[in-house]
């Protein structure tokens, strides 16, 4: 079972626009994180929202977490080529699990 | 710079052969996790490791066992690759008591 559902499946914009991306889960958690995966690579850790914070902030990017919703979004502000990735949640009570990601394309 | 280092980036093995893939980690972790990729379904849990020669299954262990003899190595064995088993393998470990986890770059298996 998957906790932690991306949507949209794929987002495409232009540098400089700014991307949201969000993610569903269905049980009580902690803590909601977010990770980033290059084309055939391994996933990276960006961020981590705890189950009572509102929302978080890092460099140009920023996550909000509503709990009664179960529910959390991903902003990434003035995107760049380079954020091109896969962006997937992760909402664990006792380990990771994962959906299929959002897949952003940045064009120049 | 701390690392999870996944022993082979490509891999094409034979329908039937034992497959070993390896996974180590230079940070100490005590927790050590196995997933497979698949486009459409996401990343699934295979098995994980909680310490030394422990190991717990996850959402889909037919097919797979782990060994977990030494607490900076966890390897994922396919005692009879099928072709179903074609698949990205991401090895994650992280440190008891940390929320975050660190993965590997991937072993990208193909079973002919």
């Known amino acids: 079972s998957q906790q932690g559902e991306e949507d949209p499946q794929a987002l495409s914009i232009q540098e400089g626009e700014n991307a949201t991306m969000n993610c569903s889960y269905k049980t009580s958690i902690n803590n909601l994180q977010w990770y980033r995966q290059n084309s055939g690579r391994g996933l990276v850790h960006l961020i981590l929202i705890r189950s009572n914070e509102r929302e978080k902030h890092s460099g140009r990017l920023r996550v909000t977490l509503d709990t009664s919703k179960k529910s959390s979004s991903l902003l990434i502000t003035a995107s760049r080529a380079a954020d091109t990735a896969s962006y997937f949640c992760?909402?664990?009570?006792?380990?990771?699990?994962f959906g299929t990601g959002t897949r952003l394309q940045v064009t120049l | 710079d701390v690392k999870v280092t996944q022993s082979s980036r490509y891999l094409v093995k034979r329908t039937g052969e034992k497959v070993f893939l390896e996974c180590v980690q230079d940070?100490?972790?005590?927790?050590m996790f196995w997933y497979r990729q698949d486009p459409g379904l996401g990343l699934r849990l295979i098995y994980f490791s909680y310490d030394v020669k422990m190991k717990e299954k996850g959402d889909i262990p037919e097919g797979y066992s782990v060994s977990r003899e030494k607490k900076e190595r966890f390897s994922l064995i396919l005692e009879s690759a099928s072709t179903n088993q074609t698949s990205m393998y991401l090895c994650?470990?992280?440190?008891?008591?940390?929320?975050?986890?660190?993965f590997g770059s991937g072993t990208r298996l193909t079973v002919v």
């Open positions: 940070m100490d972790h005590e927790n």
């Open positions: 994650a470990s992280r440190r008891q008591g940390q929320l975050d986890y660190t």
């Open positions: 992760a909402a664990p009570p006792s380990k990771l699990t």
